[in-house]
């Protein structure tokens, strides 16, 4: 069964530093997602992405983050400058269109210390 | 603002035992998920519905619009059930734009 894929699974970083989150949505969807879930707490939505741009975001999603779809295949999380409040399991998903079922990664655990 | 309160938080049932998680949601939705999070954290879409019943193996979700209300229900619960299932909906328009709820944490005993 096709699936989202998403490197790295789990980083540490020094607060202050850039990270790039890495997805690989399925190969025929058009819409890509970014979510998270702060330990503990319910998942947020970021982003949404479609046609080599942001369709809709979130408070959450401030100028600290983009989004980049680099090549035909994958689909990528910035955040710059993080923080330790950005501690958290990132999401990515995708789906064919947006009324139709969301598919969803394993996730990427990052710890900024 | 939609808000998603999902009952239980916490549900330790016996195998065998049929199981019943509620959702309820505060203003028209588009559609709502069901969604499973297993212990190691990655997230699997069990249904999307947006009216009706939907059914897949063990598992039953269904909504109420009028009342803006959704359950799932797990027939023959097994240990490998255990996991948090967590409501969420979409509303007019929107594209992934999900308000999640807090998740149901639902362990199965043997």
């Known amino acids: 069964e096709p699936e989202v894929t998403q490197t790295p699974s789990h980083q540490v970083t020094q607060m202050g530093q850039e990270v790039i989150l890495r997805c690989v949505p399925i190969s025929n969807h058009l819409y890509f997602y970014w979510y998270r879930q702060i330990l503990g707490q319910k998942v947020e939505f970021l982003v949404s992405?479609?046609?080599?741009?942001?369709?809709?975001k979130s408070e959450i999603f401030d100028d600290q983050f983009s989004v980049e779809r680099p090549d035909g295949s994958n689909f990528t999380l910035k955040i710059r400058s993080t923080k330790l409040e950005d501690s958290a399991m990132y999401f990515c998903?995708?789906?064919?269109?947006?009324?139709?079922?969301?598919?969803f990664g394993e996730g990427s655990w990052l710890t900024v210390v | 603002k939609n808000e998603v309160e999902q009952s239980p938080q916490n549900l330790t049932a016996q195998e065998g035992e049929f199981i019943t998680i509620n959702c309820s949601y505060s203003v028209g939705i588009s559609a709502l998920h069901w969604l499973q999070q297993h212990p190691g954290g990655g997230i699997v879409s069990l249904f999307m519905l947006s009216s009706g019943k939907k059914k897949h193996g063990r598992l039953i979700a269904t909504i109420n619009i009028q009342e803006k209300h959704s359950s799932l229900h797990i027939t023959a619960s097994h240990p490998r059930d255990s996991a948090v299932y967590i409501c969420a909906v979409t509303y007019g328009g929107s594209q992934g734009n999900l308000i999640f709820g807090k998740g149901t944490k639902l362990s199965v005993k043997p």
């Open positions: 992405f479609y046609n080599n741009e942001i369709s809709e």
């Open positions: 998903a995708s789906s064919r269109t947006p009324g139709n079922t969301i598919y």
